[in-house]
T-cell receptor
Framework: SAVISQKPSRDICQRGTSLTIQCQVD?????MFWYRQQPGQSLTLIAT?????????ESGFVIDKFPISRPNLTFSTLTVSNMSPEDSSIYLC???????????FGPGTRLLVL | KQEVTQIPAALSVPEGENLVLNCSFT??????LQWFRQDPGKGLTSLLL?????REQTSGRLNASLDKSSGRSTLYIAASQPGDSATYLC??????????????FGTGTRLTVIP
């Protein structure tokens, strides 16, 4: 299995500011992902975090709004930039690797933008 | 694009009842299907994973079935308990996805088990 931690677990932010969310895994993994879960909605993939190169973003998500870093095989960050109330969501880090039986999810970061 | 639907959106049952949650998907070319549990304010916990070649998986009081040809899966919970109260998410991984390793999620069924 994989144990994933996220920081912060929750935050309340003012519009126009930015927040960086950290994701740490207890073992090296091939793939790391960032998802968003808006209130009452299911999970939507934001991007795949690639080690040593730019993240791969899904349709509707752009690097300027959600810059992502992945400096090594156990750590990634997601920044939510220039926040608006519409960015209020739970943001989840997820990992997958050939040695794992399935995809694992972190506990999420609950973000409220006022 | 794969679309995953879960019915019902919410379900309340008295403790001890057996119940079934439904999941349907539009493209039958899937690699596997996974059921997750999500507790309020928490992440996702994987309950059962069914490979495309399998028909069902069991874990304790949980049984998940898969009918790939009809695009359906069910999660059966036996003898429900208040601790089963959570949102249950169904997700499919498409067979031809490479690299992105994307899961397509349903919107979930919010289950409440009443003591």
């Amino acid at each position: 299995s994989a144990v994933i931690s996220q920081k912060p677990s929750r935050d309340i932010c003012q519009r126009g500011t930015s927040l960086t969310i950290q994701c740490q895994v207890d073992s090296q993994v091939t793939m790391m992902f960032w998802y968003r879960q808006q209130p009452g909605q299911s999970l939507t993939l934001i991007a795949t975090a690639n080690q040593g190169s730019e993240a791969t973003y899904e349709s509707g998500f752009v690097i300027d709004k959600f810059p992502i870093s992945r400096p090594n095989l156990t750590f990634s960050t997601l920044t939510v930039s220039n926040m608006s109330p519409e960015d209020s969501s739970i943001y989840l880090c997820s990992v997958f690797s050939s040695h794992l039986p399935s995809q694992y999810f972190g506990p999420g970061t609950r973000l409220l933008v006022l | 694009k794969q679309e995953v639907t879960q019915i019902p959106a919410a379900l309340s049952v008295p403790e001890g009842e057996n119940l079934v949650l439904n999941c349907s998907f539009t493209d039958s070319a899937i690699y596997n299907l996974q059921w997750f549990r999500q507790d309020p304010g928490k992440g996702l916990t994987s309950l059962l994973l069914i490979q495309s070649s399998q028909r069902e998986q069991t874990s304790g009081r949980l049984n998940a079935s898969l009918d790939k040809s009809s695009g359906r899966s069910t999660l059966y919970i036996a003898a429900s308990q208040p601790g089963d109260s959570a949102t249950y998410l169904c997700a499919v991984r498409e067979a031809y996805q490479t690299g992105a390793n994307n899961l397509f999620f349903g919107t979930g069924t919010r289950l409440t088990v009443i003591p």
